[in-house]
């Protein structure tokens, strides 16, 4: 059972859609990350949700907007898509977001803008 | 935010150990140093981590400095599948969120 999972797994598009990035989490746990990993590899983290209410908003363009209708989902929607966000996008959780808890990430969803 | 500084990248001959440093001169006193890794074209996965004193779990060791400004994940016998980039963490404030630098790609020669 795979304890954190993404859809989709690559996602092409072209500058203007709108996207959405799935996130579930079969773990228990109450909180979920989204995190970005550009073209030079760097891993930063966009939002933090605890028990569907938002913690953590980097800073993020307000285009993208995540939505969390339960605490084992963690869904990332992406309006008017440029270039720049093309990027490998992975979720994560943990039992209560604790700086001492261990995060388990997804596979990645890899979105390439044209 | 929490700053570590790492080697760029390491190589390792198979079965052998391997230490890789950390330095983080700007810990806190109530810092976590984390290690996770990223295999190629996978997500970050979880290693080990540790507040002060030494730890040790199934896939490595974690040495931190009496005064917690470095530390250094050991891996006891690399194998190929250890290939990957190693990052040093440290969490800080209560929303757990990691903030993850440069990392060290690991290479492994057989």
């Known amino acids: 059972d795979t304890a954190v999972s993404q859809t989709p797994k690559y996602l092409v598009t072209q500058m203007g859609n709108d996207k959405s990035i799935k996130c579930e989490q079969n773990?228990?746990?109450?909180?979920m990350y989204w995190y970005k990993q550009d073209s030079k590899k760097f891993l930063k983290i966009m939002f933090s949700y605890n028990n569907k209410e938002l913690i953590i908003n980097e800073t993020v363009p307000n285009r993208f907007s995540p939505k969390s209708p339960d605490k084992a989902h963690l869904n990332l929607h992406i309006n008017s898509l440029e270039l720049g966000d093309s990027a490998v996008y992975f979720c994560?959780?943990?039992?209560?977001?604790?700086?001492?808890?261990?995060?388990?990430f997804g596979p990645g969803t890899r979105l390439l803008v044209l | 935010d929490a700053k570590t500084t790492q080697p760029n990248s390491m190589e390792s001959n198979e079965e052998e150990p391997v230490h890789l440093p950390c330095n983080h001169s700007?810990?806190?006193?109530?810092?976590?140093i984390h290690w996770y890794r990223q295999l190629p074209s996978q997500g970050p996965e979880y290693v080990i981590h540790g507040l002060t004193s030494n730890v040790n779990n199934r896939m490595a060791s974690l040495a931190i400095a009496e005064d917690r400004k470095s530390s250094t994940l050991i891996l006891h016998r690399a194998t190929l599948r250890d290939a990957a980039v190693y990052y040093c963490?440290?969490?800080?404030?209560?929303?757990?969120?990691?903030?993850f630098g440069k990392g060290t790609k690991l290479s492994v020669k057989p």
């Open positions: 773990l228990g746990h109450d909180t």
């Open positions: 700007t810990i806190s006193g109530t810092d976590y």
């Open positions: 963490i440290l969490s800080r404030g209560s929303q757990g969120n990691l903030i």
């Open positions: 994560a959780s943990s039992s209560r977001g604790l700086r001492q808890e261990t995060q388990y």
